[in-house]
């Protein structure tokens, strides 16, 4: 905790030019880009709790240039008019005022909320974390591990597409997606090699990024 306080504490703008995240001042505080006054979003990026995924890092973006949500297992519940439930809120305040063209829903290899979903729910004593596992949908078996299942697809693929269509059933986004005026994509980050794969849904499949790689609009059932 003692270098997270110095951090926090020693934090800097560094130049509106710079993006490297690591740069120093010259007596050596840690430096970040100001986001710009009133910046928009360029995205909202969806992805999991787990402290090996770093949204920025993975997209090059500075400060104000992403708008993230972060869940135990990326879980995206299905959409439930009487919820109230912080991940409807942001996401309908991210498409409902900030005008994000583009929601990445973001997965990633050897999770450890899969995992527990692999084996019995989370234990009684953890009735917030076991009631939460339970709207993930997919359920992974018990042989879960990176190797594909039915579809070709493994079994975190296979979660991250029932979030996709999970996150589909929410009003803000389908009417979005009707007039065009949203891209949703789906992307799976290889904890080991660094790569991540992309969602075709002309192809129904995990392919590596491209520059032009389609939209997700396709239903992913």
Not at 44 to 54: E, G, M
Not at 112 to 124: E, G, H, I
Request: glycine share 6%; proline share 9%; hydrophobic share 35%.
């Amino acid at each position: 905790m003692r270098t997270l306080i110095h951090s926090a504490r020693t934090l800097s703008p560094a130049p509106a030019d710079s993006r490297a995240v690591d740069d120093r001042t010259a007596d050596g505080r840690a430096a970040v880009e100001a986001p710009a006054p009133g910046a928009t979003p360029r995205a909202l990026f969806i992805t999991c709790s787990d402290s090996r995924v770093v949204p920025t890092l993975l997209t090059g973006t500075a400060p104000g240039e992403l708008h993230e949500l972060r869940t135990a297992g990326h879980i995206v519940p299905r959409y439930r008019s009487d919820a109230h439930c912080a991940i409807a809120a942001t996401l309908e305040f991210a498409l409902g005022t900030l005008q994000v063209p583009d929601v990445i829903l973001c997965g990633h290899t050897d999770c450890t909320a899969l995992k527990a979903l692999q084996d019995d729910p989370p234990p009684a004593e953890l009735p917030l974390a076991r009631n939460w596992f339970t709207r993930a949908a997919h359920r992974p078996g018990p042989d879960h591990n990176h190797r594909s299942t039915g579809g070709g697809h493994t079994p975190e693929q296979r979660h991250l597409l029932a979030q996709l269509h999970h996150l589909r059933t929410y009003p803000c986004v389908s009417r979005r997606l009707a007039t065009r005026r949203l891209r949703v994509h789906a992307w799976q980050y290889d904890d080991r090699s660094g790569q991540t794969l992309g969602w075709d849904a002309a192809s129904r499949a995990f392919r590596p990024l491209r520059p032009a790689l389609p939209a997700a609009l396709a239903s992913t059932a």
